[in-house]
């Protein structure tokens, strides 16, 4: 799977869920194949819907809401692209992304 269908299918499976848009962009330069999940960027001047919003979205990806609310970023590789796009269409990742920097 490469970046941009994982952008599409995370970003579509988000919103089919939750009924609210996401910002889900790629990077861009040395970040390119990246991949940043956040609240759309109306809500970025409301602290507390910033946060409502962001604790929404550690839940809608599956993960623990004890770790501060923030945005979501993928690494660039296929491992983590698979991982996002199962957590974000509401199922248990089939494979793990690693770290693969020092």
Excluded: C
């Excluded at 970003?11 to 040395?30: C, D, H």
């Excluded at 770790?67 to 970023?73: C, G, I, M, Q």
């Excluded at 296929?78 to 920097?101: F, H, I, L, N």
Aim: net charge positive.
């Amino acid at each position: 799977m490469d970046r941009n269908e994982a952008i599409k299918r995370i970003r579509t499976a988000l919103r089919r869920r939750s009924g609210k848009a996401w910002s889900v962009k790629g990077g861009r330069g040395t970040a390119w194949g990246w991949i940043h999940i956040d609240v759309s960027s109306a809500l970025r001047d409301d602290i507390t819907a910033l946060t409502g919003r962001r604790n929404q979205l550690r839940a809608l990806l599956g993960f623990d809401l004890a770790r501060y609310p923030s945005s979501e970023t993928v690494p660039a590789s296929s491992a983590y692209y698979a991982e996002y796009v199962d957590r974000a269409e509401g199922r248990t990742p089939t494979v793990y992304g690693t770290p693969y920097w020092d």
